[in-house]
């Protein structure tokens, strides 16, 4: 007879397992979301300052011109006259910029979490699902309402839980003359559906992947499958054409990584065969 198996192979061993990972991934998730946040608002509290820095800037320029001082034209003043309303403006210019930026980054970290659903997210998939399964409902409770209409079915649509001010709607004609739900409307939520399911799909796909590390020419390129992010390292700073190649391709430099990333997804994959492969060539040509 065969021996027992220990706790560690157990059914019960391996489901709490991967309930503890997927608890470590959640408070992964949790984490970098509030350190983006932190890194938002970090950027708007610098902008801000240094718009108020150059506000001050700006005004300190022409504290000596009188308020209202026209430019005296053929004067011995009017060259530094001009000269100090340029700085001024220039100073006033970085200040508004400055101070959108500002405004931007805090959007941005307001808008933290809040953004719609991340791939990133360890429930990310059932979070499509659920939102796949509103649509679908929406789809198909058009497609009655449309079936009323045609048959002028009022009661029906009272059925489905229309008030009077939706089913008059339904009834008023647009500037071509139709009535019912619009035919666009339940394309775009079709093609809303599809989104999602092709979402789904990759996730799900990714998900089944292992991770990569592979020696190229002058560099490693890796895919982290829990970290949602492929990349290459380079053994020291690339130069400027390489920068601009990474770049062309929207990968992006992470410290933290110590290494130029882009999202593990099927646009990333090309991106980075396009790298290597240009990375490659100029190491053979070189």
């Not at 659903?117 to 429930?123: E, K, V």
């Not at 020696?215 to 949602?228: I, Q, R, T």
Request: hydrophobic residues 35%; charged residues 30%; contains cysteine.
């Amino acid at each position: 007879m065969g021996g027992r198996r220990g706790p560690e192979g157990s059914p019960k061993s391996s489901a709490q397992d991967e309930s503890g990972s997927t608890d470590e991934r959640r408070a992964q998730f949790a984490n970098k979301a509030e350190a983006r946040k932190a890194r938002y608002e970090a950027r708007a509290a610098k902008m801000a300052a240094y718009s108020d820095a150059m506000m001050r800037e700006s005004r300190r320029i022409v504290e000596n011109i009188p308020f209202g001082q026209p430019i005296l034209v053929g004067h011995h003043s009017e060259r530094g006259h001009r000269a100090q309303l340029a700085r001024s403006h220039r100073a006033m210019d970085r200040s508004c910029k400055a101070a959108k930026l500002a405004e931007y980054y805090q959007r941005k970290a307001e808008g933290v979490g809040g953004g719609g659903i991340s791939s990133d997210d360890p429930d990310a998939i059932e979070q499509l699902r659920e939102r796949m399964r509103d649509l679908q409902a929406t789809q198909d409770l058009s497609k009655k309402i449309n079936a009323c209409v045609r048959k002028n079915d009022r009661a029906a649509l009272v059925a489905l839980g229309l008030t009077d001010a939706q089913i008059a709607e339904v009834f008023t004609p647009d500037y071509m003359g139709r009535v019912g739900i619009p035919a666009y409307s339940l394309q775009n939520n079709l093609a809303n559906i599809k989104r999602i399911e092709q979402r789904i799909h990759e996730i799900e796909k990714r998900q089944q992947r292992a991770d990569v590390e592979q020696a190229g020419a002058g560099y490693v390129y890796f895919e982290d499958v829990d970290d949602n992010r492929l990349g290459l390292r380079f053994p020291g700073k690339p130069d400027a054409p390489t920068r601009d190649l990474l770049k062309r391709h929207a990968f992006k430099w992470s410290p933290t990584r110590n290494a130029w990333v882009r999202h593990l997804n099927n646009a990333g994959i090309y991106a980075a065969q396009q790298v290597r492969k240009a990375l490659d060539a100029q190491a053979v040509s070189d």
